[in-house]
């Protein structure tokens, strides 16, 4: 009896799959122009500097050992929510990249081409920092960087930048201001 | 065999879906594009025709009830086989823009595989269910096994899908999910049966005729749903509106 309810509990888990696929398939592509309505900003500049290994430094010579960890603590949970927004908008990107790489021109393909590629690969290093971050709050003396996301961000905005001047020059900066 | 009219008209539905799910795949000329699917629909359709064949026979005492056990559940071998040929093509055209992604998704679905393969048999041992011992045991343990594996294969490729965020065409999302729903709902269906034995014959045939008919519904709303028209993202393009205003001035030009 056991096994027939833990196989009739696996078909509903999988139909709870296939209902929550659906949903997420009927998810539009979303069009440039309105990409701010889709996407989470990231402000790079502070996610790096929550990142960086030299204000890490400076704050472990600055700061008592327990005051350190607290806001080491503090820090890495801010850095997890902005690794969150790179994720969720690298996911949003790789839909309207594959959209793109559909399209009739070759150049706006390529870059389309090059646009999903980036956001795979953020994808991916996005969900290994995660892990990264809190491995590091569980244990803040540990000195492993997830700087490389920031790069891999910043390369993913530029490639989104230059499919946005193919296709559409005029909102070029709003797109960018967007992620 | 004794069918009520509620079998037969179970029966006469699936078969009419699964010929207007052969017609739209020719209509729409996805036979080359999904080959593996196209043999699996074609071959159920010509499998409802000789299992209607012989049952008519049968009703006419040609040919016997054996004949008809026999040739149903030798069908029903080749059509899990190419059910899993059918996953793998899913697999494929899920993937297939995505080289390093398909050789690391590739490696995980053949782990599960192998996973869900150990879990089949572990259940199976551990449950042989209410049917004494002999083919119809070993034929229900079989199918139970093998939904087992079908379900957690799509499951995973779905689960795989999400975890990249990968998009799905249209149509090839539409056939994973009928093909989902129907090894959900008969993974149920046969645990169900193979638990409390032949008393649930009867209704579990019925589940099942249902569950198949909704899937190939489901395949045949996505084969003919027009593909959507692909969304660029942009507006019309400056580079085109030149292009086609360059090839616009050389005709009036002539």
Redesign the interface.
């Known amino acids: 009896?056991?096994?027939?309810s833990?196989?009739?509990v696996?078909?509903?888990?999988?139909?709870l799959?296939?209902f929550?696929?659906?949903r997420?398939?009927h998810f539009?592509?979303?069009?440039?122009?309105a990409l701010e309505e889709y996407t989470r900003p990231v402000d790079l500049a502070a996610f790096r500097n929550l990142i960086d290994p030299a204000e890490e430094d400076y704050l472990r010579l600055q700061l008592p050992g327990g005051k350190f960890h607290a806001l080491q603590r503090q820090r890495l949970r801010v850095a997890l929510e902005y690794v969150a927004r790179t994720n969720y908008n690298?996911?949003i990107l790789?839909?309207?990249g594959?959209?793109?790489?559909?399209?009739?021109?070759p150049?706006?393909a390529a870059a389309a081409s090059e646009l999903?590629d980036s956001?795979?690969r953020l994808?991916?290093n996005a969900?290994l920092a995660t892990l990264v971050l809190y491995a590091r709050i569980v244990l803040p003396d540990a000195r492993i960087s997830v700087a490389r996301i920031t790069d891999m961000y910043e390369n993913l905005v530029q490639r989104l930048v230059q499919?946005?001047r193919?296709?559409?020059?005029a909102c070029a900066a709003r797109v960018s201001a967007a992620v | 065999m004794s069918l009520s009219a509620i079998d037969y008209l179970l029966w006469a539905i699936s078969a009419l879906l699964i010929v207007i799910t052969c017609g739209a795949l020719l209509k729409r000329k996805l036979v080359h594009d999904l080959p593996v699917f196209f043999t699996y629909v074609a071959y159920h359709v010509l499998r409802t025709a000789v299992l209607f064949g012989i049952h008519l026979l049968h009703l006419q005492q040609r040919m016997n009830y054996a004949h008809y056990f026999y040739v149903y559940w030798a069908g029903e071998t080749i059509s899990i086989v190419l059910g899993f040929a059918v996953i793998y093509e899913i697999y494929r055209k899920v993937f297939q823009n995505y080289g390093a992604l398909r050789q690391l998704g590739g490696t995980l679905l053949g782990g599960a595989a192998v996973v869900l393969l150990v879990a089949a048999v572990l259940t199976a041992a551990a449950a042989p269910g209410a049917d004494g011992p002999g083919i119809v045991r070993a034929v229900f343990l079989l199918e139970r096994s093998v939904r087992v594996m079908q379900c957690g294969l799509l499951g995973f490729l779905f689960l795989l899908a999400f975890y990249f965020g990968l998009p799905w065409r249209n149509r090839v999302f539409g056939i994973a999910l009928g093909f989902g729903l129907f090894a959900s709902i008969e993974l149920a269906g046969v645990a169900l049966r193979t638990q409390v034995g032949v008393a649930a014959s009867a209704i579990y045939s019925q589940v099942a005729s249902v569950a198949y008919s909704c899937c190939v519904l489901i395949w045949i709303f996505y084969l003919l749903a027009p593909e959507p028209a692909p969304q660029y993202g942009g507006v019309v393009l400056h580079h085109d509106l030149e292009r086609w205003n360059q090839a616009l001035s050389e005709i009036l030009q002539r």
């Open positions: 009896m056991i096994t027939t833990l196989l009739v696996v078909a509903v888990v999988a139909m799959v296939l929550y696929a659906v997420r398939h539009p592509t979303p069009q440039l122009q690298a996911a790789l839909r309207v594959e959209a793109a790489r559909r399209h009739p021109n150049e706006v999903v956001a795979l994808g991916m969900r499919l946005t193919l296709q559409d020059p």
